[in-house]
Nanobody, 119 residues
Framework: QVELVESGGGLVQAGGSVRLSCAAS????????TGWFRQAPGKEREAVAS????????TYADSVKGRFTISRDNGLNTSYLQMNNLTPEDTAVYYC????????????WGQGTQVIVSS
């Protein structure tokens, strides 16, 4: 069993920054790709960023490139999403997930953390 817990969400003003964390626990976790997703009210869930196990490969949605940075610390079983220059359009519930395979299938999901960006 794998458990993912996101933290770091909250209310922030436009132009501000937030760092989300995703802590994984449970059975031995190696080789997984970590993804961050978000879902805004009334919208479908969208992929925001992902990072390979080694950290050498990252992907970003066009809407967050240059503003968000994904990273991970495998020793802590934790992934991070640094979000800078936030806009109200970034308001959403943010989820992290662990996946594997090509294409990646995300099997384990966290419960989400809310980020609200005020204008």
């Amino acid at each position: 069993q794998v458990e993912l817990v996101e933290s770091g969400g909250g209310l922030v003003q436009a132009g501000g920054s937030v760092r989300l964390s995703c802590a994984a626990s449970g059975r031995t976790l190696t080789g997984y790709r970590t993804g961050w997703f978000r879902q805004a009210p009334g919208k479908e869930r969208e992929a925001v960023a992902s990072i390979s196990w080694s950290g050498s490969s990252t992907t970003y949605a066009d809407s967050v490139k240059g503003r968000f940075t994904i990273s991970r610390d495998n020793g802590l079983n934790t992934s991070y999403l640094q979000m800078n220059n936030l806009t109200p359009e970034d308001t959403a519930v943010y989820y992290c997930a662990l996946g594997s395979g090509v294409p990646v299938t995300y099997r384990f999901w966290g419960q989400g953390t809310q980020v609200i960006v005020s204008s």
